[in-house]
């Protein structure tokens, strides 16, 4: 069983920026598409992005895109987070996920899709 463990988290006035790591243990982290899920407090947990294995491709949420961009360093079994222009309504706690299966074609937008999750990294943004 993978693990997964986020860290960078914390609280940003709103208009900053933070970044997100995610790093993988195990030797396939190259063989999956790695995402980032939020859960807003009260809220379901909702898609964020997700970058294909080799981090030619890539997917994001209407609700982040042109603020979010997602990165991944396959020597160094981590993806990546940069989270800008940060908004209130980003506050949440911020999940990093692997797919399901190895080489996806489908996009894993919904839990459904997801085989292991990190523990959360809670960000908060102040107005």
């Known amino acids: 069983q993978v693990q997964l463990v986020e860290s960078g988290g914390g609280l940003m006035q709103a208009g900053g920026s933070l970044r997100l790591s995610c790093v993988a243990s195990?030797?396939?982290?190259?063989?999956?598409?790695m995402g980032w899920f939020r859960q807003a407090p009260g809220k379901v947990r909702e898609f964020v992005g997700a970058?294909?294995?080799?981090?030619?491709?890539?997917r994001y949420a209407d609700s982040v895109k042109g603020r979010f961009t997602i990165s991944r360093d396959n020597a160094k079994n981590t993806v990546y987070l940069q989270m800008n222009s940060l908004k209130p309504e980003d506050t949440a706690v911020y999940y990093c996920?692997?797919?399901?299966?190895?080489?996806?074609?489908?996009?894993?937008?919904?839990?459904?899709?997801?085989?292991?999750w990190g523990q959360g990294t809670q960000v908060t943004v102040s107005s």
């Open positions: 996920a692997r797919s399901r299966l190895p080489y996806n074609s489908r996009w894993p937008t919904t839990e459904a899709d997801i085989g292991s």
């Open positions: 195990g030797r396939s982290f190259g063989s999956y598409i």
């Open positions: 970058i294909n294995w080799s981090g030619s491709s890539l």
